[in-house]
């Protein structure tokens, strides 16, 4: 949003060469760390390092048209007179539509762009590892710009320790929920369309409900207040489900890639699907479907 045109016009405004390196290692830090996580857990067959490099570069170009998708987003609310709506409203509106909807739109093209004719997208993990590896170089650009944004150098260490925490996991996480369905539509074509929609769907669903757990105390106007304490211990815990959540998808391919690997279908050897090809696929606990928490 905002932040991203002001980190590029401010980029430069901290001149110390010593505190840039530490500022662009804090920056760049989690995003390896968590792309060396998903690299490692591909167990079966390792995706050529010039696909993870293009994906993760499709991933920082995804961050120019979100960027002019939310401008127009934000102005057409505007425009339509969302300013003198209350300020709830506003802060729903930047985080599901305005983040959740542009982000994830423009990531899920840019990472269908990249791989769905791709003969090394050939196995049901895959879908996680692009999509991951696309995600975390949204997140990579997006991290630069909002730490080098800042007017100090205290503040830029504090926003990107923050955002190390909170926001790069958050774009890994909807990364794997988004290469989940989109593994599961390129392999159940029976499902394609229902499935490529939910990975838009449910990406654009979590980002929102994270961002807008943090956006609508500060639309409102109740920073540090008992509203948003609240707000916030929901947003730890809305966090916590979603780490366990997406480590159950990234478990559950990781056995449909192996049931591959064996058989070569992904349902292992008594599929009961094989004669009857019309009948669809158990969704097989799916924790995104109807929002099913149970993890």
């Not at 944004?149 to 990364?175: C, K």
């Not at 997406?246 to 008594?270: F, I, V």
Request: hydrophobic share 50%; with cysteine.
């Amino acid at each position: 949003m905002g932040g991203r045109a002001v980190g590029l016009r401010t980029m430069l405004k901290i001149n110390d060469m010593n505190q840039n390196t530490i500022l662009l290692a804090l920056a760049v830090l989690p995003v390896i760390v968590l792309a060396t996580f998903v690299y490692r857990q591909d167990k079966f067959k390792k995706e050529p390092f010039g696909m993870l490099v293009k994906a993760f570069l499709f991933g920082c170009l995804s961050a120019l048209p979100a960027i002019l998708l939310e401008n127009f987003l934000m102005n057409l609310f505007v425009g339509l007179g969302g300013e003198n709506l209350p300020g709830f409203v506003s802060g729903i509106y930047n985080g599901y539509v305005v983040a959740g909807f542009s982000e994830e739109l423009c990531k899920l093209l840019l990472l269908s762009l990249v791989v769905w004719k791709s003969r090394h997208f050939d196995e049901y993990f895959d879908g996680i590892v692009y999509a991951a590896f696309v995600s975390l170089g949204f997140a990579g650009l997006e991290n630069i710009m909002y730490v080098f944004s800042q007017e100090t150098y205290g503040a830029a260490i504090m926003t990107g320790g923050v955002r190390a925490i909170l926001s790069v996991p958050g774009h890994f996480l909807f990364g794997v929920t988004m290469g989940y369905y989109f593994a599961l539509a390129k392999f159940q074509p029976e499902r394609r369309a229902d499935n490529l929609f939910k990975a838009l769907l449910f990406p654009m669903l979590l980002h929102g409900t994270f961002d807008a757990l943090l956006m609508v105390p500060e639309a409102m106007g109740l920073d540090n207040t008992a509203f948003a304490s609240v707000l916030f211990i929901v947003f730890i815990y809305f966090d916590i489900r979603l780490w366990k959540a997406g480590m159950r998808r990234l478990n559950h391919l990781q056995q449909l890639s192996e049931q591959q690997a064996n058989d070569g279908d992904g349902y292992g050897q008594d599929n009961p699907y094989d004669n009857d090809p019309g009948q669809e696929p158990p969704q097989q606990g799916d924790a995104f479907s109807g929002f099913n928490w149970n993890v």
